[in-house]
């Protein structure tokens, strides 16, 4: 099948199915996402829900996290995983917000990856969520749901590679829609360990379904032995 014709049916599915996807992160101003993304890395956006309430009683704008110490954050974060970096992150990101951006978070790239804990990908999260900008941003679930259907070429061995393959090729329009149908998607059907392609509705252009589950099945092979062979999925 040729990667034009997984494209479409991937956008056709998910423009019929959920039109309107959006983050799971809970907020309710940029401020209050650009911090619940600095938490998100790699932790659940479900625990990062549990914290921001308190979080955000506490530190309600980027003056009051610019006036906190590290100490004072920890404790709101310590669940969290890495919350020591986290903590300094935010009370840096807090008062470069206001020193340099007078309290309001960017919109562009550059400037949002100046803020401390901002990366590339939390960065395009910002620029796609509050922004609506065509951003991709590619945290693990659309790194692997990418590749494994086939969105993506072998040799896209880093984030931005596919950041790059999958902006080609999707419509400027529906960019920052298919990063959430990619992560979703990851987080609840293609996941890491069990993907569950029974339930799957895309295993007709799955380039991994196509090429390990469906052969390896025949053999009688388990799941786990199936994705020792995901490796091979061009």
């Known amino acids: 099948m040729r990667k034009t014709e997984r494209y479409r049916r991937f956008l056709d599915y998910f423009t019929t199915h959920f039109p309107a996807p959006e983050t799971e992160l809970h907020y309710c101003s940029p401020y209050e996402l650009i911090v619940a993304v600095v938490l998100s890395a790699q932790c ?3 625990r990062v829900n549990l914290v921001t309430p308190a979080l955000f009683e ?10 906190a110490s590290v100490e004072e954050i920890f404790p709101f974060i310590r669940s969290v995983s890495y919350p020591n970096n986290k903590a300094k992150h935010l009370a840096g990101l807090g008062r470069l917000l206001v020193q340099d951006f007078n309290s309001e978070v960017p919109s562009q790239l550059e400037d949002l990856q100046r803020l401390p804990g901002v990366g590339r990908k939390t960065a395009n999260v910002v620029m796609s969520v509050i922004y609506n900008q065509p951003a991709m941003a590619v945290d693990t679930h659309v790194f692997r749901v990418s590749h494994r259907l086939g969105l993506v070429s072998k040799t896209a061995t880093t ?5 790059k393959e999958l902006v080609r090729y999707i419509p400027e329009e529906l960019v920052n829609k298919a990063h959430h149908w990619l992560i979703l998607h990851g987080r609840y059907i293609c996941v890491a360990r069990q993907p569950k392609c029974g339930i799957c509705p895309l295993t007709d252009i799955c380039a991994y379904y196509q090429k390990v589950v469906k052969p390896t099945a025949a053999l009688g092979l388990n799941t786990a032995q199936q994705l020792e062979n995901e490796g091979t999925v061009e």
């Open 44 to 46: 659940t956006d479900k």
């Open 58 to 67: 506490q530190f309600p704008t980027p003056a009051h996290l610019a006036a």
């Open 159 to 163: 984030p931005l590679a596919v950041e």
